[in-house]
């Protein structure tokens, strides 16, 4: 006996694929459209500065990357708003005049996201984000690779034992390890307090986003149920336009990745904490120990950058 749902499911793929194929071409042709734009406007220089400060660049980066975020978030709420204003005249039995006015609002929430698209492609926010981003990296954790390098190379030129003389360059080159190596993982830019502070804040708006998909079903259930007997426009709020807000939200987080952000820089905490706790722990740590540690951390720092590189990969603005 064939399951209805799993049957549903083989439904939607067939239909969507013949629909996919039939629709092709069209998509082609409005894709090399899109692309014969973009090349008449132009794509802005994407270039990563030279000769600036750590945290100029992470500033500019930040700020980059905030600037594409928004821009997806906005056209997110826009294609809301234009829903609110197409049911407006319905849920509130607006005038003639009233629904004149608001149809003029929805067609400049339309050109306002269509210009945000435009914006966000021309301008490459997004490789510009990833450029600065990158290179601040490279200028945040430098310090420290050369430190992990320069207590490696000390041991290996001169083990443990050989002398005062040789010890004291050792001795100076762990110090300054063990104080970059301090800074990453418990100073003012402290990576472990940094992940676990995203990691909570992401899980907390996923968690309220799921709390709210709860609450407007039941909502829209029982403006349904009450519209059996008691047939009110404003019910079509509850039935047609919160549901929608509430796949705008969980559309806007879904193009953020609120969710694999949250378990990523949950999962960089616990591997920066561990070193840290290892660091801590009343047995000393040699200086062949200490390099693995510091290695260990900018490993883990590293996988969190092609982690974070892969997921920006994913930020692609849509129309919709």
């Known amino acids: 006996m064939t399951n209805p749902i799993a049957a549903t499911y083989r439904g939607y793929l067939a239909c969507f694929a013949a629909f996919g194929h039939l629709f092709s ?88 996201a269509l210009a945000l698209l435009l914006y966000g492609i021309h301008s490459q926010l997004r490789s510009r984000w990833i450029t600065l981003r990158r290179q601040a990296e490279r200028l945040r954790y430098r310090r420290l690779r050369h430190s992990i390098e320069a207590l490696a190379l000390l041991d290996q030129a001169a083990p443990e034992g050989d002398g005062a003389a040789a010890d004291l360059p050792r001795l100076e080159a762990r110090r300054t390890l063990q104080t970059e190596l301090d800074g990453v993982l418990h100073g003012g830019s402290s990576q472990i307090a940094y992940n676990t502070h995203k990691a909570a804040q992401y899980l907390h708006i996923e968690e309220f986003a799921d709390s709210l998909g709860w609450m407007g079903f039941s909502l829209a259930l029982a403006a349904a149920v009450a519209h059996l007997v008691w047939h009110h426009p404003i019910l079509i709020f509850f039935t047609a336009f919160v549901p929608t807000l509430v796949g705008g939200i969980h559309g806007i987080n879904q193009f953020l990745r609120i969710r694999e952000l949250a378990e990523h820089h949950g999962k960089m905490a616990d591997r920066l904490r561990m070193v840290a706790d290892e660091l801590a722990l009343p047995t000393a740590v040699d200086d062949e120990r200490l390099v693995v540690l510091a290695r260990q951390a900018v490993q883990a720092l590293q996988d969190h950058d092609a982690h974070w590189e892969e997921e920006v990969a994913r930020h692609a603005l849509k129309a919709g």
């Open 25 to 112: 071409g069209p998509y082609h042709g409005t894709c090399d459209v899109l692309a014969r734009l973009r090349a008449l406007l132009g794509r802005a220089a994407v270039a990563a500065p030279a000769g600036v400060t750590f945290s100029d660049i992470d500033s500019a980066a930040t700020r980059a990357g905030e600037v594409y975020r928004g821009v997806g978030v906005a056209v997110g709420v826009s294609g809301i708003a234009i829903l609110f204003c197409a049911l407006a005249p319905l849920m509130f039995a607006l005038s003639h005049h009233a629904a004149q006015i608001i149809g003029v609002i929805k067609v400049a929430l339309m050109l306002l």
